[in-house]
Structure formats: structure tokens, C-alpha cells
């Protein structure tokens, strides 16, 4: 059974940095593809950035780019999400999530197999 269990989150104040991570059991996890996504009051979860298994490619949101990093430890069954520049609109909840399959794709929510139960990130103006 796939587990992952997300942690780093808070409130920041906008301009602040912070660092959320997402520990992953149950998965071959160099195999898989692993997203973070966001959902905020009212909207619908979105994509924020992913990376690619081997951690050699990685993707983001335009809404983040330049201001997010994904990085990944497969030694350690981890993926992290550093958010540095904050602003209010980043608020919102953060999961982690892995692709359906193996060496599989993360450019939704619908290509996600399996989530974290998310961590709160407020960023106050």
C-alpha cells in the first residue's frame, strides 16, 4: 500500500521561504514520477510542479516558475518542494502525489495513482 505523508508546512509571511516534504512507502519509488499540487478554498487542485523518476527533468506551473524548486533523494524515498518568494495566492493546501504507473507522466491531477493527505501553507500579506 502506497504511503506518502507530507510535512514543512505553515505560516510565512509573503517575501519567505519554505521547504515541504513527502515521504513516500510502499512504491518502488525510483520508478515513479512525483507531483505537488495545491488546492485552495473553493478551487479546483492544480498542478504546481512535478519531477521526472530519475529527477533529471522536472516541470512547473507558470504561476511558480522562477520562485519553486522540486528536488528528489531516491535513496531516501523523498521528494521536496522548495517555495521561496512567497505570496498570499500561495495559499492553499499541498499534496504530494505519485504517477499512476511506473516511469509514468504528472501533467494533472487525473495522472496521479496515489496522495498525500496534504500540509496547510498560509502566507499572510
Known amino acids: 500500500q502506497v504511503q506518502l505523508v507530507e510535512s514543512g508546512g505553515g505560516l510565512v509571511q509573503a517575501g519567505d521561504s519554505l521547504r515541504l516534504s513527502c515521504a513516500a512507502s510502499?512504491?518502488?519509488?525510483?520508478?515513479?514520477?512525483m507531483g505537488w499540487f495545491r488546492q485552495a478554498p473553493g478551487s479546483e487542485r492544480e498542478l504546481v510542479g512535478a519531477i521526472k523518476w530519475s529527477g533529471a527533468s522536472t516541470g512547473f506551473a507558470d504561476s511558480v516558475k522562477g520562485r519553486f524548486t522540486i528536488s528528489r533523494d531516491n535513496a531516501k524515498n523523498m521528494v521536496y518542494l522548495q517555495m521561496n518568494s512567497l505570496k498570499p495566492e500561495d495559499t492553499a493546501v499541498y499534496h504530494c502525489?505519485?504517477?499512476?504507473?511506473?516511469?509514468?507522466?504528472?501533467?494533472?491531477?487525473?495522472?496521479?495513482?496515489?496522495w498525500g493527505q496534504g500540509t496547510q501553507v498560509t502566507v499572510s500579506s
Open positions: 510502499g512504491l518502488t519509488f525510483s520508478r515513479y514520477t
Open positions: 502525489a505519485a504517477s499512476r504507473g511506473q516511469y509514468g507522466t504528472m501533467w494533472s491531477a487525473g495522472d496521479a495513482g496515489s
